[in-house]
Antibody, heavy 121, light 112 residues
Framework: DVQLLESGGGLVQPGGSLRLSCEAS????????MSWVRQAPGKGLEWVSG????????TYADSVKGRFTISRDNSKNTLDLQMNSLRAEDTAFYYC??????????????WGQGTLVTVSS | QSVLSQPPSVSGAPGQRVTISCTGSSSNIGAGYDVHWYQQLPGTAPKLLIYGYINRPSGVPDRFSGSKSGTSASLAITGLQAEDEADYYC????????????FGGGTKLTVL
């Protein structure tokens, strides 16, 4: 069974930094693109960033470009999201999600349970 | 304002059929990019319900079906059950946004 387990969430002050991690198991991690998707409390889903299986190519939503960095370690089956210059509007549950197949419009067929990031003074 | 538009809420009685629309534009659905649907039960992570407009992952009941028409997609749920009460999101890709997957704003389904 595919399992995705996020960690690293917490309370951080505006302007601060936080690093999220996602530990993957149950599939050949390096073969699949991965993304981070967030959801502000009581709001809808927002794609944040994605990275190809090789780790060579990554993309970002305009709302986080220049502040967030996605990375992966295929030897450890982990996906990370380094978040800098955090703002109140970054407060959300952050989900790690696996793409079902390799395509620009691929669906996310497995999701972690989410980790909550709260940006507040 | 989401790139993909969904009705905020829909409702139906047990056993009835409901549909949820997802309206896009020429840079996403109209450009031929696939649409996928997710179900999010209260307090849980989203779950893939339909992918590539019409395909159901293993384990998803055939009461759930998807379709496409022009720059829109729809999710239909037949034989409505109380356990179907959830938020539903459509998702696609938008070529006008850098590398961007896009989601609809979500639709709250209430089973009366």
């Amino acid at each position: 069974d595919v399992q995705l387990l996020e960690s690293g969430g917490g309370l951080v002050q505006p302007g601060g930094s936080l690093r999220l991690s996602c530990e993957a198991s149950g599939f050949t991690f390096s073969s699949y693109a991965m993304s981070w998707v967030r959801q502000a409390p009581g709001k809808g889903l927002e794609w944040v960033s994605g990275i190809r299986g090789s780790g060579v190519s990554s993309t970002y939503a305009d709302s986080v470009k220049g502040r967030f960095t996605i990375s992966r370690d295929n030897s450890k089956n982990t996906l990370d999201l380094q978040m800098n210059s955090l703002r109140a509007e970054d407060t959300a549950f952050y989900y790690c999600a696996k793409e079902r197949y390799s395509s620009t419009s691929a669906p996310f067929d497995s999701w972690g349970q989410g980790t909550l990031v709260t940006v507040s003074s | 304002q989401s790139v993909l538009s969904q009705p905020p809420s829909v409702s139906g009685a047990p056993g009835q059929r409901v549909t949820i629309s997802c309206t896009g534009s020429s840079s996403n659905i109209g450009a031929g990019y696939d649409v996928h649907w997710y179900q999010q039960l209260p307090g849980t992570a989203p779950k893939l319900l339909i992918y590539g407009y019409i395909n159901r992952p293993s384990g998803v009941p055939d009461r759930f079906s998807g379709s496409k028409s022009g720059t829109s997609a729809s999710l239909a749920i037949t034989g409505l059950q109380a356990e179907d009460e959830a938020d539903y999101y459509c998702q696609s890709y938008d070529s006008s946004l850098s590398g961007s997957r896009v989601f609809g704003g979500g639709t709250k389904l209430t089973v009366l």
